[in-house]
């Protein structure tokens, strides 16, 4: 049980260890509908035309998108899952009925 519950346990760590490095790996990345420019930022693929001058101008400017929602899903499916390892390295073997026999 105990040699069960360390190897499991590493396992669980193992599995953090990639969801959060694959976390750390994603890197930001201009939204939908833009580019990116030289200065970084991202520029609107939209264009409209300025009513002063009649000359066609980007829609809008941003930021990029750090991915901060796809960073927490993959952090927290790997504790998740580590969790359940984990879970499942405490259960003792058997069904219900042979440990009640037991």
Same mark, same amino acid.
């Given at each position: 049980?105990?040699? !069960? ?29 833009? !580019? ?54 405490? !259960?003792? !073997? ?9």
């Amino acid at each position: 049980m105990k040699h !069960r519950l360390i190897v499991l346990s590493v396992l669980a760590v193992v599995i953090v260890g990639v969801f959060s490095a694959g976390a750390l790996g994603v890197q930001p990345s201009c939204p939908t509908g833009t !580019r990116q420019i030289q200065s970084g930022d991202c520029l609107s693929t939209g264009e409209h035309i300025a009513p002063s001058s009649g000359v066609l101008i980007p829609d809008y400017v941003t930021s990029k998108d750090p991915h901060n929602s796809v960073r927490a899903g993959l952090i927290l499916t790997g504790l998740l899952l580590a969790g359940g390892i984990v879970w499942i390295g405490r !259960r003792e !073997r058997g069904t219900p009925e042979t440990l009640q026999a037991a």
